[in-house]
């Protein structure tokens, strides 16, 4: 079936230092959408992207959907305390069904 | 616009039992999908349900099984309790639209004794 895999599986960052993470698929996908979770809560869409080679932001965070359609990152520019979540990207396939990647759990020290 | 809602928050059962959550989706949308998340198997897709009809089918067993009704609530059913089926469950609401963002719902803790 459809794989995702994302990395890095963590990250360990001084605030104010960027951040990148990157998702990987052998399988074409329509759609690629970022969600960050935090403890206890479900995830909450933070970027959603509908073309190969789009690139999108929303305010420091930036990503974009991989020219062949089988890939996607996410970055985040000077990151702040409450950055602290885990990271998920998400492939949406032709049948709406999303395939989520196994996350990307970022600390942030003041 | 309310988010989605999901109820409980939280379940302890013990094995053999059965349990019921439920997730009203975002007004307006018909399609709710459910996840099952844990450390070991992150975030994994159940079942889509639109307009009362189940639309898409993930790899569970037949333990595991959901219903929408007419207002596009929507509930899952899991019988025979495991151990194994200790996990936050996730609903997602979206339009239906093929490729439509799908809003999460903030999980219901099921912990099996």
């Known amino acids: 079936g459809q794989q995702l895999n994302q990395s890095p599986q963590s990250m360990f960052i001084q605030e104010g230092e960027d951040v990148s993470m990157n998702c990987t698929s052998s399988?074409?996908?329509?759609?690629w959408l970022w969600y960050k979770q935090d403890p206890g809560e479900g995830p909450v869409l933070l970027i959603a992207?509908?073309?190969?080679?789009e690139l999108t932001s929303n305010g420091r965070l930036t990503a974009q959907f991989g020219i062949t359609r089988k890939d996607s990152f996410l970055n985040i520019s000077a990151s702040i305390p409450s950055d602290v979540g885990i990271y998920f990207c998400?492939?949406?396939?032709?049948?709406?069904?999303?395939?989520f990647g196994q996350g990307t759990e970022l600390s942030v020290k003041p | 616009k309310a988010g989605v809602t999901q109820t409980p928050r939280y379940l302890i059962k013990t094995r053999g039992q059965q349990v019921t959550l439920s997730c009203s989706p975002i007004s307006g949308h018909r399609s709710v999908s459910w996840y099952q998340q844990t450390p070991g198997q992150g975030l994994q897709f159940l079942f889509e349900?639109?307009?009362?009809?189940?639309?898409n089918k993930g790899n569970f067993p037949g333990r595991f099984s959901g219903r929408q009704f007419s207002n596009s609530r929507s509930e899952m059913n899991v019988s025979t309790l495991e151990l194994g089926d200790s996990a936050l469950y996730l609903c997602?609401?979206?339009?239906?639209?093929?490729?439509?963002?799908?809003?999460f719902g903030p999980g219901t803790r099921l912990t099996v004794l």
């Open positions: 399988s074409i996908f329509n759609t």
């Open positions: 349900y639109f307009s009362e009809t189940q639309r």
């Open positions: 998400a492939g949406q396939n032709q049948g709406g069904k999303l395939i």
């Open positions: 997602a609401s979206s339009s239906g639209q093929t490729a439509d963002t799908q809003y």
């Open positions: 992207l509908y073309k190969a080679g």
